[in-house]
Nanobody
Framework: QVQLVESGGGLVQAGGSLRLSCAAS????????MGWYRQSPGKQRESVAT???????NYANSVKGRFTISRDNAKNTVHLQMNSLKPEDTAIYLC??????????WGQGTQVTVSS
């Protein structure tokens, strides 16, 4: 079925940048919403950034002005450019894909660690 491949996580110094990518592949499908959520100890899963097929974006207040989400509808790929990273951005970031005709799909998650 639908497979998600995440990449781009890693360890960076505060103020550094990372670019996360998530490619959805498998059976043919069209994607409604794509985005990134994150989970860290002591916190519930939260939406970091999402983007609809029409290009409408939503960002968590904590990342506005620092993160930029983009997508390639034809390639079913979503990117998250993360700039000016802060230690509080440390979390497991999970790709989220919602096809129009299938249930939501979650990636395995990629670790982002920001050191101070």
């Amino acid at each position: 079925q639908v497979q998600l491949v995440e990449s781009g996580g890693g360890l960076v110094q505060a103020g550094g940048s990372l670019r996360l990518s998530c490619a959805a592949s498998g059976s043919p499908f069209s994607v409604n919403v794509m985005g990134w959520y994150r989970q860290s100890p002591g916190k519930q899963r939260e939406s970091v950034a999402t983007i609809t097929s029409g290009g409408t974006t939503n960002y968590a207040n904590s990342v506005k002005g620092r993160f930029t989400i983009s997508r390639d509808n034809a390639k079913n790929t979503v990117h998250l450019q993360m700039n000016s990273l802060k230690p509080e951005d440390t979390a497991i970031y999970l790709c989220y894909v919602l096809p129009f005709t299938l249930g939501p799909k979650w990636g395995q998650g990629t670790q982002v660690t920001v050191s101070s």
